[in-house]
Every structure is written in C-alpha cells, then in structure tokens.
C-alpha cells in the first residue's frame, strides 16, 4: 500500500466507524497539518494549531476557546475554519480528561461521537480541506465520509 493509499484508507475507515476514538483522533490530526500547511503561506508562520487557525482569519475567544468568529476580512470562511477549531477544542480538552483520570468511557465515547459530527462537517463542506487532500493525494473526503 502506498502513502497515498493509505491516507485515502484512513478516511475509509472513518466512514466505517466514525466513532473509534482512533480514527477521529488521526483526521483531526489531517485536518490540524491542512490548516498548519496552510497557513505557513501566510506570514508569520508558526506550526501549531490555535496560532495558524487565527493566520487564517478566525477570531477565537480567549475565555472560552470554544467560541469563535470569522474576521471581517476573512478569506478562508469556506474552510469551516468554526467546526475546525471545535474539534481542537474537544480533542485538547478529551485527552487532557484522560489523562487525569477525570472522564468516565461514557463521557469520552460521546466526546468522540460530537467530534466525528465535526468531521465529518468538515469533510463534506470545507473548500481548503477537500481541496488539499484532492491536489495532494488524489481523491476528495466528502466522498469516503
């Protein structure tokens, strides 16, 4: 199997089971080198997350990560850049519960089923996403989720 063969598998997989803490937790981290990728073509570069997200135009609430908005002059409003930065939000705040201890199977199983609605959003709808993944490795997201 090839690098892009396996890619395209992943996604795959996805669709087979969307809730496997696994496969949400491998196309959130496409999905996090997509927007990182991205935004290393903006200046300022900087390879995380949160920093890149806002390299693209979204405005994130720094009381509450969860809530964002897209700057005026944002050119990326097709990129589901919102859905994007929920689904960093939930995986920081999920593995952070899980490694204190804090979080029961259940808590984390509807975690991951909130996070696999996200992706899948993202998947379908996000221009820079299935774009990237078309140009890249040859095939479109929002068909294998």
Same mark, same amino acid.
């Given at each position: 199997?090839?690098?892009?063969?396996?890619?395209?598998?992943?996604?795959?997989?996805?669709?087979?089971?969307?809730?496997? !803490?696994?496969?949400?937790? #491998? &196309?959130?981290?496409?999905?996090?080198? $997509?927007?990182? /990728? %991205?935004?290393?073509?903006?200046?300022?570069?900087?390879?995380?997350?949160?920093?890149?997200?806002?390299?693209?135009?979204?405005?994130?609430?720094?009381?509450?990560?969860?809530?964002?908005?897209?700057?005026?002059?944002?050119? !990326?409003?097709?990129?589901? #850049? &919102?859905?994007?930065?929920?689904?960093? $939000?939930?995986? /920081? %705040?999920?593995?952070?519960?899980?490694?204190?201890?804090?979080?029961?199977?259940?808590?984390?199983?509807?975690?991951?089923?909130?996070?696999?609605?996200?992706?899948?959003?993202?998947?379908?709808?996000?221009?820079?996403?299935?774009?990237?993944?078309?140009?890249?490795?040859?095939?479109?997201?929002?068909?294998?989720?």
């Amino acid at each position: 199997m090839t690098h892009n063969e396996w890619v395209q598998d992943q996604f795959t997989q996805f669709k087979r089971r969307p809730s496997a !803490y696994r496969n949400v937790l #491998l &196309i959130t981290s496409f999905i996090e080198a $997509v927007v990182i /990728n %991205e935004a290393s073509s903006v200046p300022g570069k900087d390879q995380k997350f949160k920093p890149s997200l806002k390299r693209l135009g979204l405005e994130i609430d720094p009381k509450n990560e969860e809530q964002s908005s897209y700057a005026q002059d944002c050119q !990326y409003k097709g990129a589901c #850049l &919102i859905e994007t930065n929920l689904v960093r $939000v939930r995986r /920081n %705040e999920l593995l952070h519960q899980i490694i204190q201890g804090s979080v029961s199977q259940r808590a984390i199983e509807d975690k991951i089923r909130e996070m696999a609605k996200n992706i899948e959003r993202i998947c379908t709808e996000s221009d820079l996403i299935r774009r990237y993944f078309d140009e890249n490795y040859g095939f479109d997201p929002a068909k294998l989720v």
